[in-house]
């Protein structure tokens, strides 16, 4: 069995009982399942719909995400996640660029790293580099000031963890930022790379090994095998092109606002939903949600 979940931004909810009923009639699924009103439902199937992305790509234009999965061992036991522009709306190297006056430069560098067209790590050492001499206390500043959470993050961590799930923060940015990022939202660990500092000043280097693209699928096999999880009992979530190995070996990997060709090689994608899609695409109604 399968289930069809279609969902739309939480700040404008606009799906219509029409258009989930006209799909699933057209499909030939299930009872429609509200999960929030006017912007979550689901329906069951018997079957993969053949037509499932030319119907995506109908709803897009509508402000609707969709999403077909097997319904067996869809609520996860685990949570892997990726910081930048994912948990937080920000990269928080390009914080820091702005902060030491090569924004725009460390910018377009990270933005063609995301997107797969540079090497992630020789990307990350290049950018670093560009941060010599930046006084360390601007990272607090930066943490204070310009950085701010992805709407939804606290109700999947809270609700994931209530219902007896381990939340992981696996990060190619800097501890500095995921330590705090993971205290307030209450992940169980981070981990990410080190910013070398002396005297007060970054050196503009970073502490190897780099974490990058299969660090991340290293973590993700670690940390089940430590909790003695399968990967299927996992939702990854990212938007990078660092992110596609753990997205790919989660039993559910979603891309979340993710650059297009990230997203072109992942089979759910939110681009409309927050945080709390990755609730309802497990079967939580926003009834269930922990109080955050």
């Not at 609700?159 to 209450?186: C, I, P």
């Not at 299927?232 to 039993?251: F, I, K, T, Y």
């Not at 606002?257 to 939903?273: L, T, Y």
Request: aromatic letters at 6%.
């Amino acid at each position: 069995m399968y289930f069809a979940t279609l969902l739309t931004n939480p700040d404008a909810p606009t799906l219509e009982l029409s258009l989930v009923e006209s799909l699933r009639n057209a499909w030939g699924g299930g009872e429609i399942v509200w999960l929030s009103p006017d912007e979550a439902a689901e329906f069951s199937l018997t079957e993969m719909p053949g037509n499932q992305w030319d119907v995506w790509a109908d709803l897009q234009q509508m402000g609707v995400d969709l999403i077909v999965q097997q319904a067996e061992g869809r609520r996860k036991k685990m949570l892997l996640a990726d910081m930048d522009s994912t948990m937080i709306q920000q990269e928080c190297i390009d914080e820091l660029a702005d902060e030491a006056g090569v924004g725009d430069r460390v910018k377009d560098i990270t933005a063609r790293a995301m997107n797969g067209e540079l090497d992630f790590e020789g990307a990350l050492i290049e950018r670093v580099g560009l941060l010599k001499d930046l006084a360390e206390a601007v990272i607090d500043k930066v943490l204070e000031e310009r950085i701010t959470l992805m709407p939804g993050g606290r109700e999947l961590v809270a609700t994931m963890r209530m219902n007896g799930g381990y939340a992981a923060l696996v990060s190619g940015g800097f501890t500095a930022f995921t330590a705090k990022v993971a205290d307030e939202l209450g992940f169980d660990e981070n981990r990410a790379n080190t910013l070398l500092a002396e005297n007060g000043k970054l050196t503009g280097d970073v502490q190897r090994p780099i974490l990058g693209k299969q660090a991340k699928v290293d973590a993700l096999e670690q940390i089940t095998k430590r909790l003695g999880l399968s990967e299927q009992d996992v939702v990854a979530v990212g938007d990078g092109a660092n992110d596609l190995g753990m997205l790919g070996r989660a039993g559910t990997g979603v891309a979340l606002h993710a650059k297009p060709s990230v997203a072109a090689q992942c089979d759910i994608r939110i681009n409309f939903g927050d945080l709390t899609a990755l609730l309802y695409l497990q079967g939580y109604a926003r009834t269930a949600f922990a109080d955050v």
